[in-house]
């Protein structure tokens, strides 16, 4: 990697989305590890915030946004279908 990269790589990553994140996340293990409940709130924050980047990160977006397209064709299709019938 050149110095340009490593350099545009670490202001990505301290981007402020970013680092909301790792707060987030790092306060929430650090709660549980001290056996603290957390308000329900908090846990479906956290919940989303780690969702979101694994799905971003492994493409299931793209797959739902396929998946979803295909459902909807499908479905559109078959509602005509039943509609020229009757």
Not at 29 to 50: H, K, N, S, W, Y
């Amino acid at each position: 990697m050149h110095d340009n990269q490593i350099i545009k790589a670490f202001a990505r990553f301290l981007s402020l989305k970013t680092v909301i994140t790792l707060v987030i996340v790092l306060t929430f293990c650090i709660r549980t590890l001290q056996g603290v409940e957390m308000p329900d709130a908090f846990v479906m924050i956290a919940t989303a915030v780690i969702t979101y980047y694994f799905c971003r990160d492994s493409g299931v977006e793209e797959r739902m946004r396929e998946h979803e397209k295909k459902y909807h064709e499908t479905n559109t299709h078959e509602a005509r279908h039943e509609a020229s019938q009757d």
